[in-house]
Structure formats: C-alpha cells, structure tokens
C-alpha cells in the first residue's frame, strides 16, 4: 500500500494493520526516516519536502510492485510525507511482512533506496544561513544501482 | 503540452506549470530543452548543466532522445532527494 500525505502517522498502528488477519507472515521489516539536525556548521531548522503528485503515487506503486515480484511479501508499506517538517519528525515509513526474515529485511531495504533515487521528491533545509535545496547523494545512487545487478536473495 | 517545473528548477525559471503550443523545431526531449533555454535568462541558467536535469513525460522518467508529442505532460527537475 502507498500513502502520500503531509500528516504524521501512528508506527506502531501502521505495523499491527499490515499484518492485521495474516498468520503466515513471520516477520515484518521496517525503516522509518527522520528529519535530522546535523548541529555545529550544519544546523537545520526545519525541511520542506515538494513532490510531483501523480507521478509521486506511480513512482511509488511501481517500486512497491518490483519489490514484490523480487520476494514473496505478505505485505508492504510506504508512507511518505511532504510540506514542512522540523529536526526528530518522522519523513518515510517502509515495512514489510514475509513469512522469512531474509525477504522481508531485504525488501525493504530494497524500498527504500529504490525510493531515494526514483521518487519524485525534494527537500529544501531552512537553515541559520537561508534556505537551500538538499542535493543528490552519490552513495544514494550506489546503493539503488546494487539493486539493479542483484536478483532476488 | 503542459510543462512543469519542481524544486530548484521552479523557482530559477520563475514558475510551476505553462501550458505552451508545441513549436515546429521540437520533436524531442533534447530540442525541447534547447528551446526553452532560448525562452529567458531564468530558463537558461535553469537549464545551463544538463547533469542536474531530469525529465518525465507522462509520469515516466525519460532521455533526451523521447519524442514530445502536442498533449504530453512533460516535467523537468532536479535529481530527486526524497526518503
């Protein structure tokens, strides 16, 4: 399931609904990203998260669906925020339940730096200094391409 | 077409989304660009390095090379930097 939203969501009521009924799954996987302070030189008061509605959901679903066919999911989860959010403030949830640890961990790490590198998201830091638009890290794109050379686990 | 722009890319050119009649020398992504640098100084130092520039047409990511058709929906914007 894919949820594109501004408001916070409840972890622990989103992982009991995922595997709400399913007696199968013996285990869920989860990575939730933060808004985070770096401190000293790098302070960070807040961050702005724009995306690309439309695109954002079909991006979304398609990363869902790969990952899906790469392992055998009970089910899954993304949930991305947008608009303004301040340092300690949940951004992503991905989880996932399978009936094996192994499928469901690398499936969502798998969601997640698939996510990182093909959402159309932005995030824009208001800092001490201004604001600026966060650019492009190049070990977001290593870690999306190792994906690419892996089949399955 | 309907074109938008997001993040960085947004506020050089100065605005989110035109609705432009297709000119005759675009036919692809790469004309496409090369035209809307001729548009204005906000256009073109939008659009002055081609390595912090995507494009979508239709919701899918696309090359330089796809072909722009009159009714697409082609957006431009940086490389993403969501998670």
Not at chain 1, 25 to 52: K, Q
Not at chain 1, 72 to 96: F, K
Not at chain 2, 8 to 26: D, F, H, N, S
Not at chain 2, 45 to 67: C, W
Request: charged share 30%.
């Amino acid at each position: 399931m894919i949820r594109v939203q501004h408001h916070d969501f409840d972890v622990g009521a989103e992982l009991e609904t995922l595997t709400a009924g399913n007696t199968r799954s013996g285990g869920v996987a989860s990575f939730i990203g933060l808004v985070r302070d770096m401190g000293a030189d790098n302070r960070i008061t807040a961050l702005t998260l724009e995306h690309y509605p439309g695109m954002t959901e079909k991006k979304l679903a398609e990363i869902e669906a790969e990952a899906n066919r790469r392992w055998p999911l009970d089910a899954s989860l993304i949930i991305h925020r947008y608009g303004r959010l301040e340092p300690g403030e949940r951004i992503v949830l991905v989880a996932t339940a399978s009936p094996h640890r192994e499928a469901a961990l690398a499936a969502c790490q798998f969601l997640i730096d698939w996510l990182k590198t093909d959402a159309p998201f932005w995030k824009s830091e208001e800092t001490p200094q201004g604001e600026r638009w966060v650019e492009k890290r190049a070990e977001d794109d290593a870690a999306a391409q190792r994906w690419k050379a892996t089949k399955w686990w | 077409m309907r074109l938008l722009y997001f993040a960085w890319l947004r506020a050089k050119i100065g605005t989110a989304e035109e609705e432009l009649k297709l000119p005759p020398q675009v036919h692809d992504v790469k004309s496409l660009l090369q035209w809307l640098k001729s548009r204005g100084p906000g256009y073109a130092e939008a659009l002055k390095d081609m390595q912090t520039v995507r494009v979508a047409v239709n919701q899918d990511y696309v090359g330089p090379e796809h072909a722009i058709r009159d009714g697409d929906e082609v957006a431009i914007f940086p490389p993403v930097t969501g998670g």
